[in-house]
């Protein structure tokens, strides 16, 4: 585990990534959110992120999110960035503030009838399967109208926008397809559905530079803020 100040030194490192790739694509760099992902680590990496003064953290987890927030200052976000299973559906409206990876009908309803029953209302990305790769999760893109649809019909999901995860490749140009296809899914959906999709979660440490150029809003950020994460 980094200590916190080489953990702050890093993380000044990519938020000057993140102004020089906003200013590169002609943004203006309070657009773009670090999204630090602690997964793995101890809580003290939730503890560095909040002392730093960034406000939410992403976990791929519910259980190991379970476990951490009880022991983290109460005004942390925590966001769901890994593939959510159903029937850790309560579990993870109980634990998250957030849920981005929202990747199926069935799911976005069974979240959105649980939160109602417990009288809380949460955020939602829509996970998208833009790169079209078999290794990740995400609904394809044919298929995003049909997650946002039933998402939209639960009051206490507030929808705000998509994310999705770049497939695995030297060629930077995979990366580039992928978060243009999310932006343009975006696009098509806020069209169809008359609704605001501000948020595009999409790039990480290696490729947060082509996600800004393509619209990126949030950059979830592990490795090079935290160094390489211990086995799980």
Not at 89 to 102: P, Y
Not at 120 to 138: C, M, T, Y
Not at 176 to 182: D, G, Q, S, V, Y
């Amino acid at each position: 585990m980094v200590t916190y100040d080489q953990f702050a030194g890093r993380a000044e490192a990519v938020l000057g990534r993140i102004r020089q790739a906003c200013a590169a694509a002609g943004r203006a760099s309070g657009s773009v959110r670090l999204l630090p992902v602690t997964k793995t680590h101890p809580v003290e990496a939730a503890l560095y992120a909040h002392r730093f003064g960034l406000p939410a953290v992403g976990e791929n987890r519910v259980q190991e999110a379970l476990q951490k927030r009880p022991q983290a200052p109460g005004g942390l976000r925590w966001e769901l960035i890994g593939h959510l299973q159903s029937n850790k559906a309560k579990q993870a409206l109980q634990t998250f503030d957030v849920i981005q990876s929202v990747d199926s009908p069935e799911l976005a309803a069974r979240l959105g009838r649980i939160a109602g029953e417990l009288g809380l209302v949460r955020e939602a990305l829509i996970q998208v399967n833009s790169g079209d790769d078999p290794a990740k999760f995400g609904c394809d893109l044919a298929a995003a109208p049909a997650v946002l649809e039933a998402a939209l019909a639960h009051p206490a999901l507030k929808v705000t926008g998509l994310m999705a995860i770049a497939p695995l490749s030297d060629d930077p140009a995979v990366a580039t397809r992928t978060f243009e296809a999310l932006r343009r899914c975006r696009d098509e959906l806020e069209a169809r559905f008359a609704v605001r999709l501000p948020e595009l979660s999409m790039g990480m440490s290696g490729d947060l530079e082509l996600a800004v150029a393509a619209g990126s809003t949030c950059v979830r950020v592990g490795s090079a803020l935290f160094g390489e994460r211990p086995s799980a």
